[in-house]
């Protein structure tokens, strides 16, 4: 629920922003930051687990093919992981990532980009806390390469301020004994330096 809100509220930001006549895209780079809806897929009992609400923040590069094509590599700290809570209490697993993804970025308009691209990631710190009626000091210890493919769009204002929206759909196993991939809705207010 609170999800379809932040889209919605999102979009509505969109869509409230006039677009402006963009004369010239230029190759630059920036900062981004912004809000995490972090779950996993769990081949198996769980299906898709509980969201872990997080942030990332980190530098981009964005260089123009032509007006309407760029590639945009990135470099973000991100807060990752997930919940489950049953009828025995709520474990969390909290995981932050350093991740590369390489976007490929189309203007059908001015203003508005559409991206694709993939993405890897290295799990540098893990924590799980077990709050319920039995105490646990099960550990449970993520491979540390992260990878899969980003889908995204969101606007960019001529004064280089972009506001977007991503999901990120994990390929590679969180845990080497069951199929556990990672998936993200990311929100993000970026500024072009």
């Known amino acids: 629920m609170r999800k379809t809100y932040l889209m919605m509220l999102f979009f509505g930001i969109i869509t409230s922003i006039s677009a402006q006549e963009n004369t010239s895209h230029e190759s630059h780079g920036g900062i981004k930051g912004g809000y995490n809806l972090a779950s996993v897929s769990f081949d198996g009992n769980y299906g898709e687990t509980d969201q872990r609400h997080g942030f990332h923040i980190g530098v981009y ?10 590639v945009q590599p990135e470099l973000l ?22 991740n590369v993804p390489v976007m490929f970025k189309a203007y059908p308009s001015n203003n508005l980009f559409l991206e694709i691209g993939p993405q890897i990631g290295w799990a ?15 550990e449970y210890d993520p491979d540390s390469i992260d990878w899969g493919m980003n889908f995204g769009a969101g606007i960019k204002t001529n004064s280089g301020i972009n506001l977007g929206v991503r999901y990120h759909l994990g390929l590679g196993d969180l845990y080497d004994a069951q199929k556990a991939q990672n998936r993200v809705w990311m929100f993000s207010l970026g500024f072009d330096l």
Request: no cysteine; charged share 20%; hydrophobic share 25%.
């Open 124 to 138: 540098i710190t893990h924590k799980e806390i077990y709050d319920g009626y039995y105490s646990s000091t099960t």
């Open 61 to 70: 590069g964005e260089s123009f093919i032509d007006r309407n094509f760029s």
């Open 77 to 98: 700290f991100s807060q990752q992981g997930y919940e489950i809570t049953d009828n025995t209490g709520r474990f969390i697993q909290k995981l932050n990532y350093i």
